[in-house]
């Protein structure tokens, strides 16, 4: 039931911040417990437990595909990929779900557990951080906002305003040098970034954007072949089908608040990008009519 305050964009879109909390509550949680164990009590046990590595995965230890993330290498590497997972997941969650939204991140954490594993299936190195969900997010959140402008502060110093879709060509350029430089057989850097696991985590963003959120492939109406993102080609929009909407000016309160509970259940299940445009019209009408009346 809706109660007597008129709705507003802003409460729907708090309600699906929910999953983003519960999730940065774990990856907090870990950290805790992983530097309680290796300060406090001075063992790597934890570590050992959760972290993702080739030997563990032999010996049967495939929870890890799926715990590294609740690791860091430090306070600074924690801070900055969750304020990244924060700021960049309450957009895409608002236009997925949060269905959606846990089904993919836990198939970017282990796409690119495997992608890694595939690299490293004899060779040492452990895999630990968030980042690949980040770099997940940051795919889904190009591929509908192209072209969006945001802003940003490097090293929290110097404005930089940019779109999303720079961004995301930047770090593949990053992770693709590094796979090719110092994770592939021959490569002359030894670093610690597991660049495959980015690059499965972007992959597996991509894949849920071509074959999950797409309008023409959920209709049935594009081909087979895959496509690449809308952002780097153009192509013509499906007309979307009507969907009966009660005029907002002439109905009840009453009906009023029906219909929004309507649109906001439909929110729930599939999504924010799933409205018709009358449907977000109702959203913004309805907020006004009902604190007027």
């Known amino acids: 039931m809706l109660s007597d305050r008129p709705y507003m964009r802003d409460d729907y879109q708090r309600e699906r911040t929910s999953f983003l909390v519960w999730l940065l509550a774990a990856i907090v949680a870990g950290f805790i417990v992983q530097n309680v164990f290796a300060v406090w009590i001075g063992s790597n046990s934890f570590e050992r437990m959760l972290a993702l590595s080739a030997g563990g995965l032999r010996q049967g230890q495939v929870w890890t595909l799926l715990t590294y993330p ?16 924060y700021f960049l997941g309450r957009e895409v969650v608002t236009h997925l779900g949060e269905r959606r939204m846990l089904w993919l991140t836990l198939g970017a954490v282990a796409l690119g557990g495997l992608a890694w594993f595939a690299l490293h299936f004899n060779r040492p190195g452990v895999v630990m951080g968030a980042t690949p969900i980040l770099l997940c997010y940051l795919t889904v959140f190009a591929c509908l906002f192209p072209n969006r402008e945001i802003s940003f502060l490097v090293f929290f110093i110097i404005p930089i305003t940019t779109r999303p879709k720079y961004i995301l060509w ?17 490569g002359r850097m030894q670093t610690s970034v597991a660049h495959s696991a980015h690059l499965g985590a972007m992959l597996a963003g991509w894949l849920y954007y071509r074959f999950a959120q797409d309008a023409d492939w959920m209709a049935m ?8 993102p809308r952002w780097m080609t153009r192509r013509k929009q499906a007309p979307a089908a009507a969907t009966p909407v009660m005029p ?4 009840s309160r009453e009906d009023i608040r029906a219909e929004v509970d309507r649109i906001l259940d439909k929110i729930n299940s599939q999504g924010f990008a799933a409205l018709t445009p009358e449907e977000k019209r109702v959203l913004d009408d ?3 009519l009902l604190s007027r009346r």
């Open 70 to 85: 609740l690791l860091h290498g430090g306070i600074l590497h924690l801070l900055l990929v969750g304020l990244g997972i």
């Open 170 to 186: 930047v770090a593949l350029a990053i992770d693709a040098l590094g796979l090719l430089f110092s994770e592939l057989p021959g």
């Open 221 to 228: 109406r594009g081909s087979a072949a895959l496509r690449l």
């Open 248 to 251: 907002v000016a002439t109905g």
């Open 286 to 288: 309805a907020k006004d």
